[in-house]
């Protein structure tokens, strides 16, 4: 008699974060007891040996050890292809599964099917609140705010910052617009009905984009704070240019595909004079404070020089860290 298919298929993207993925799938393994499950892992070309530990310790993963690098997007896309679950579990390599989450998360989806898209409760590794498990969606209004520095010198302001939901502590179910790719649920039959995530976002604003082409076809994704992980933040992308890049790149993107056509052009002049702004700002703050601003101004300074590349859009592949100054 063949083996039940399994409810979840549990999706991990590594990228030279061997340990963190070890503990990420031993926390899966030790919590998840209610929830039939398979566990399917792209390495993206790792040079840390982590496919290797993931086969030694973990041989019921099913691992997709590839030669390059296919970024969270296009992996994500390929772990699907061949996934058996009723519905997919995206995680990231970077979180610990605690009290039994992924079993509540997939209870909750049961109970409110009309979200189409299920998310929870991230901490950080000191058990204080992580707040980037969702988000609001982007709007003109939202670009204005950031690149003035409205929403980070009034962070707590729902009129100034109102995609972090400030003043809610995820402490609640509630209806969100964006979901986190970091534990993000959604049924296989209406991912595949997506389209899954578009290939051309390398990193970062794939999850954004999908959630916003969902809500067009009816959704109204959910998260709970019965599903709660740690999520370190950051495991894979230690360049703080180069994640800022691909943010950027992004979010031009999202206005493109999404913004009314009216708005689009001076959002995206409010993108590029939020990394100005901000370049300029910690470069003169820098001069002042170089010990407390000189890191960031070299960051954004880089941002900065580098905006021929993403201010055109989503940048499709891995960033040049040699690219040369502009």
């Known amino acids: 008699m ?19 993925t070890l ?19 792209v390495d993206n070309g790792s040079s840390d040996g982590s496919a290797e530990a993931i086969a030694r310790e973990f041989p019921q993963v099913r691992l997709m050890a590839e030669a390059e690098n296919h970024g969270f997007a296009r992996a994500t896309n ?56 969702c988000w609001g969606r982007m709007t003109p209004w939202t670009s204005f705010a950031f690149a003035t520095g409205l929403s980070a010198a009034f962070p707590k302001s729902k009129l100034f910052n109102p995609r972090a939901y400030p003043g809610w502590l995820r402490d609640s179910a509630r209806h969100v617009d964006i979901v986190t790719g970091c534990l993000f ?38 998260i709970t704070p019965d599903a709660t992980v740690i ?16 943010t950027f790149s992004s979010t031009i993107g999202m206005i493109d595909d999404h913004f009314p056509p009216r708005s689009r052009a001076s959002s995206r002049r409010m993108v590029v004079a939020a990394a100005g702004i901000r370049a300029l700002g910690y ?3 820098a001069k002042l404070n170089k010990e407390r601003f000189g ?8 941002v900065w020089r580098r ?16 690219s040369p100054r502009r």
């Open 295 to 302: 890191g960031s101004a070299a960051t954004w300074g880089e």
């Open 78 to 133: 390929l772990q699907a292809e061949v996934a058996r679950g009723e519905k997919l579990l995206l995680l990231n390599t970077d979180t610990v599964v605690l009290d039994r989450a992924i079993d509540n998360l997939v209870a909750f989806s049961r109970e409110h099917p009309e979200a189409r898209i299920w998310g929870g409760r991230t901490l950080y590794a000191d058990g204080s609140l992580n707040p980037t498990s």
């Open 307 to 322: 905006r021929s590349e993403w201010r055109r859009g989503p940048i499709e592949g891995e960033l040049n860290p040699a």
């Open 231 to 246: 999520h370190y933040d950051g495991g894979s992308t230690r360049n703080r240019a180069g994640k800022l890049i691909h």
């Open 283 to 285: 470069g003169l703050a």
């Open 2 to 20: 063949s083996e039940p298919a399994p409810e979840v298929s549990v999706l991990l993207v590594n990228w030279n974060t061997r340990e963190m």
């Open 185 to 222: 649920l959604i049924d296989r039959d209406f991912w595949r009905e997506l389209g899954g995530f578009d290939r051309r976002f390398f990193m970062f604003g794939e999850e954004a984009d999908l959630c916003m082409r969902a809500a067009k076809r009816g959704a109204r994704p959910m």
């Open 23 to 41: 503990d990420c799938l031993r926390s899966v393994y030790a919590q998840t007891t209610r929830t039939r499950f398979e566990v399917i892992v």
